[in-house]
């Protein structure tokens, strides 16, 4: 089955306490990105990748990283977490980026207390 | 940059009634467009997409969206919603430039179906 997987899909967390939400596609895509989702906000854009160790800036980027050594992953690490990340985070994927449809994952709820 | 307005927060509306939810963007050029639909707990489905041809786009679940280039509009509508409609829409905007590509989504607008 096609899909985009996401791990944990629940996680409560510290401030600075390092952590890697992992993201994986099985359906080939050259594309990959990362949204957060927040009240009144939309998904905004904090990372994608064009391909393997090609990644680039999102909308929201600010204490995130990430890196794409194979093409099906694409983790999303939070180095030093801080409370205004606590969010809902989609990976999605697809062939052909902004022309193409997003395969999205089933989210990951992130709570940093 | 693009950016997409979905000046709805919220709807409501009974069962069996026609649906229209508005999305309007701005770029310089004619984006790639889309609407997609959240069903709680889940992850964004794409009901459907614009490129470029024919106006009237057909989706998935009986949907269909009008790009009107005068207006910067893609609208979403449907003749006779069902109580399984219920969910958040999100429109967005697609641009391709180069080997550059970015997708910017809307706010989102919920609908709420009464019975």
């Known amino acids: 089955e096609a899909q985009v997987t996401q791990n944990p899909r629940y996680l409560i967390t510290v401030t600075g306490k390092k952590l890697t939400v992992t993201c994986s596609q099985n359906m080939n895509h050259e594309y990959m990105s990362w949204y957060r989702q927040d009240p009144g906000l939309g998904l905004r854009q904090i990372y994608y990748?064009?391909?393997?160790?090609?990644?680039d800036k999102g909308d929201v980027p600010e204490g995130y990283k990430v890196s794409r050594k194979e093409k099906r992953n694409f983790p999303l690490i939070l180095e030093s977490p801080s409370p205004n990340q606590t969010s809902l985070y989609f990976c999605?994927?697809?062939?052909?980026?902004?022309?193409?449809?997003?395969?999205f994952g089933e989210g990951s709820r992130l709570t940093v207390l | 940059a693009q950016s997409v307005t979905q000046p709805d927060i919220h709807i409501t509306v009974s069962e069996g009634a026609s649906l229209e939810l508005r999305c309007n963007y701005s770029?310089?050029?004619?984006?790639?467009l889309f609407w997609y639909v959240q069903s709680p707990g889940q992850g964004l489905q794409l009901l459907l997409k614009?490129?470029?041809?024919?106006?009237l786009v057909q989706g998935i679940k009986g949907f269909e969206a009008e790009f009107k280039r005068s207006q910067s509009s893609f609208n979403l509508r449907k003749p006779s919603v069902h109580w399984s409609d219920a969910a958040e829409y999100f429109c967005a905007v697609g641009v391709v430039r180069g080997t550059a590509s970015k997708l910017t989504f809307g706010t989102g607008t919920r609908l709420q179906v009464t019975l």
């Open positions: 999605a994927s697809s062939f052909d980026g902004g022309g193409g449809e997003l395969f």
């Open positions: 614009y490129f470029s041809g024919d106006t």
């Open positions: 990748s064009m391909n393997v160790e090609v990644t």
């Open positions: 770029y310089g050029a004619t984006p790639y």
